[in-house]
């Protein structure tokens, strides 16, 4: 019986077939929700390597205007 996928794997598998795919268009619903802090810091960084890849859109939904203002700043 194959167990059941951590959300944490889940979100990593997620956004690495998202920089090696052909995908236009990602959407973020709270991507560092319930994050410990470790965690928020590598998802973020994750986040930043995709978003500057050519031809993508980027949509981040989040309740965290810091997490927005870290994203969005630079």
């Keep these: 019986m194959r167990a059941a996928t ?5 979100q990593r598998r997620g956004s690495d077939h998202a920089r090696s795919s052909r995908t236009s268009i990602l959407l973020l619903d709270e991507p560092t929700r ?14 930043e390597e995709v978003r500057r890849a050519p031809q993508l859109t980027f949509l981040m939904v989040s309740h965290d205007l810091a997490i ?5 700043s630079g």
């Design 68 to 72: 927005i203002t870290h994203m969005w």
């Design 34 to 47: 319930r994050s410990t802090p470790r965690w928020q810091a590598e998802v973020l960084n994750l986040l």
């Design 6 to 10: 951590a959300p944490r794997q889940r």
